[in-house]
């Protein structure tokens, strides 16, 4: 599912409730005023897409999740309300965040009906909202427990939780993001494209496709499309090699999906 640019919502987030990671040694992130600690356990709040979590975790059948190789706690995710069951003792809403849905179970307290009753209105469909809560096995099924779901009130809201995944996943694989920059006139370069795509490069020139003036402003680029680009810039790389990085660029929140499966669009253009 691809995210419409039809948000509103609260850059307050980032200032008050939301968090600015630093490194811990254990190669956590600390998060204030989320981060709960109980002797040595790390209980450090994780911003993960959704697929990342299913995808790590899909053959998992104890309660310890990681995420890029770590044991993750509480969790953070930002995506879209697609269906809402009201149940007795609880709700459950299926949220998407561009990269995969999953539900989001949040356990009913009726000692405040009014307040209970207000976050109901809250929750509807097509509505993006904040998630906090924990990763489980429930019901034979993996879904998050959520303790607090707030309505999303910025566009920037989305767009910098994305980035944050990015972010936390480059640091803990590979110690910093790539190097930017995007020289439009590949062809020119000879056998140095083919070398960089050969050394595991691929992803950043992927990434540089679609930060290019001549394809961010579109409605998405298509596998194909990359594929040929690369082609014509001198790498040597096969239409399967470049689904894949597109597939893992899309787990990791960097690109999501548009008017089809194989058409992407880059998350910050």
């Not at 987030?13 to 939301?18: E, K």
């Not at 190097?179 to 494209?193: E, I, L, Q, T, V």
Request: charged fraction near 20%; glycine fraction near 10%.
């Amino acid at each position: 599912m691809s995210y419409d640019r039809g948000f509103d919502s609260g850059a307050s987030q980032f200032a008050g409730g939301g968090f600015v990671p630093s490194p811990l040694k254990q190669g956590g992130f600390s998060s204030e005023p989320l981060t709960k600690r109980s002797g040595n356990v790390n209980q450090t709040l994780r911003a993960v897409t959704i697929r990342s979590l299913i995808k790590e975790n899909m053959k998992t059948s104890d309660e310890r999740f990681t995420v890029d190789g770590i044991e993750i706690f509480t969790i953070t995710i930002v995506g879209k309300i697609i269906s809402v069951q009201e149940q007795s003792t609880r709700s459950i809403l299926r949220i998407h965040d561009g990269t995969s849905a999953i539900d989001v179970i949040h356990w009913l307290n009726d000692s405040d009906p009014d307040t209970l009753a207000a976050k109901k209105m809250e929750w509807q469909p097509n509505t993006y909202v904040r998630v906090y809560g924990n990763f489980k096995n429930f019901e034979k099924g993996q879904n998050i427990h959520a303790y607090i779901i707030k309505p999303i009130t910025d566009h920037n809201e989305v767009i910098h939780h994305h980035l944050q995944c990015i972010f936390q996943h480059l640091h803990l694989t590979k110690g910093a993001p790539p190097a930017p920059g995007y020289n439009a006139g590949g062809s020119n370069r000879g056998g140095a494209g083919t070398r960089g795509a050969a050394d595991g490069d691929l992803p950043s020139l992927i990434m540089k496709i679609y930060h290019n003036p001549r394809f961010a402003s579109r409605p998405g680029v298509s596998i194909d499309e990359v594929h040929e680009v690369l082609m014509s810039e001198g790498h040597n790389v096969s239409l399967a090699h470049v689904k894949a990085a597109i597939d893992d660029l899309n787990s990791e929140g960097a690109l999501y999906t548009t008017v089809d499966d194989r058409c992407y669009k880059a998350i910050d253009t």
